[in-house]
């Protein structure tokens, strides 16, 4: 009995044993399982960390080459206009830098709502963007975009220095590279007025509106920019200049006080100014011969000219009173896992060889200077001495609601 009982106590520590072991064992082993993902996890933290502090905008072009290799060899790039230009452009690029490009085709508005919702996600689906004024505050304000781009951008110091600084009076400091212009004018008939007629000051305008009533036309600015263009020029010269709004993001009610001056202005010449519906119809006017004067885009004019329904001879300047002109920029979004190739792709864009090609496919105006165009009606002496810069979008679109109150609802 007393044998039994000791075979079965040895038996049962025997057992114990190798539970104890099998269990340290297990323990071991999960572990090592458990280290191996914290390990990994650990590594990508790492790895993360290392991109998110290198400095794409102070690298050189070959420095991005370099980086570029890293990364997915693909860049998706959101673009609203002139497709056919992107996609071929597109092309060439790929084939000089290995890099697939997507051209994302479409209003700019939702593509940036989905950027901003996408900003804390690890990478955005978005790539680079081509930005109008209004979308460059929104996205300066909701920081979305990698800053300082325009440091590594070759040659910049020939890119349009207003732009490279501030678009529709949004301040942003090289977070956004210039990528063409575009200007607005006095779009003229030479049949029925000379050039020495043609009003240079804000008097000799009002004179000729007076003794040429009906003869002088803008839209409606709600509908469209050249029509903003003239009520914007009339907010610089009677309501104390556009230079004091530069930098606000929200509309400052004293600096708009003297605006009632501008809609006074233009009700009193109601009669004799002819308010369009459209850019289009501005120069459709001209064109028929039922005014002789508009405001107009310099873009629009050529390209309506090349359709035929603008006449050949017609002409565009801009006034000493001045005109305002801005254009769109290129920006790469802040999360976006392939800063380097997007940034080679802006590079590209706004090189020489990128500007021509687009102003020959777009009849844009080049942002860079330097570049003879013959897609233009403005003179090289106009664009230096007379355009202006556009203030914030903020009171580009209280300039609308106003217009519609106080001038055509009167």
Known sequence: MM??????????????????????????????QNSAP??????AAGAAEQKADTDYANMSIDELKEAA????????VSAWWGEDFWQKFAQSFEKKYGIKVEISFGDSQPVLDKVIMEK??????????????????????????YPNILNAIEGKEELDPGLCKMQEGVIHKGTFVPIYLNQTGILYNP?????SELPQTWEDLEKYIDSHPGKFAFNNPTKGGSGQAFVHTAINILAGGVDQYTGDTEVVEDKIKDWQKVWDWINARKDKLTITNSNSESIAKVNSGECDMAAAWDDDSVNAMKKGELMKDAKLYIPKFKMAGGGDTMGVVKNSANKASAILFVNELASKEGQIQMNKVLCSLPARSGISVDTTLLSQEDMKENRISWFPSVYKKRMNEDFVEKVLMQ
């Open 3 to 32: 044998k039994t009982n000791r075979i079965v106590k040895t038996t049962a520590i025997a057992l114990l044993a190798c539970m104890a072991a099998s269990f340290a064992g297990c323990s071991a082993s999960s572990q090592a």
């Open 38 to 43: 914290a390990a990994s996890a650990q590594s």
């Open 69 to 76: 290799k890293k990364e997915s060899g693909k860049i998706v």
């Open 120 to 145: 804390d996600a690890d990478a955005s689906t978005i790539d680079a963007m081509l930005l109008g004024g209004a979308n460059a505050k929104i996205a300066m304000d909701a920081n979305v975009m």
């Open 191 to 195: 049949q029925k007025v000379s050039e």
